[in-house]
């Protein structure tokens, strides 16, 4: 059984960075194109970036030059790196494929909160 946890999340003030991570078991995520979703309260779940398995990444355009998607592949674990982070940041993030083909169980995701 697949699980992937995140971790990282917390409340920030606006303009400033967090690090998620998505660590996962029963599965080596190597193999397979990952992404980093966003749900904010009272709207759907959204793709905001992924990379594949050759390392190539893509982004939404609300995080373009500001959010950065890795790999480390070693430590089967999916990164994301959020800078001049902004109130309308705020959401539950969670990992997971970026296609729903084979897309893995979700989990409960890390809170991330931009507040002063």
């Known amino acids: 059984q697949v699980q992937l946890v995140e971790s990282g999340g917390g409340l920030v003030q606006p303009g400033g960075s967090l690090r998620l991570s998505c660590a996962a078991s029963?599965?080596?995520?190597?193999?397979?194109?990952m992404g980093w979703y966003r749900q904010a309260p009272g709207k759907q779940r959204e793709l905001i970036a992924f990379?594949?398995?050759?390392?190539?990444?893509n982004y939404a355009d609300s995080v373009k030059g500001r959010f950065t998607i890795s790999r480390d592949n070693a430590k089967n674990t999916v990164y994301l790196q959020m800078n001049s982070l902004k109130p309308e940041d705020t959401a539950v993030y969670y990992c997971?494929?970026?296609?729903?083909?084979?897309?893995?169980?979700w989990s409960q995701g890390t809170q991330v909160t931009v507040s002063s």
């Open positions: 997971n494929k970026p296609s729903p083909i084979g897309r893995m169980p």
């Open positions: 029963g599965s080596a995520l190597s193999i397979y194109a």
């Open positions: 990379i594949t398995s050759g390392g190539s990444s």
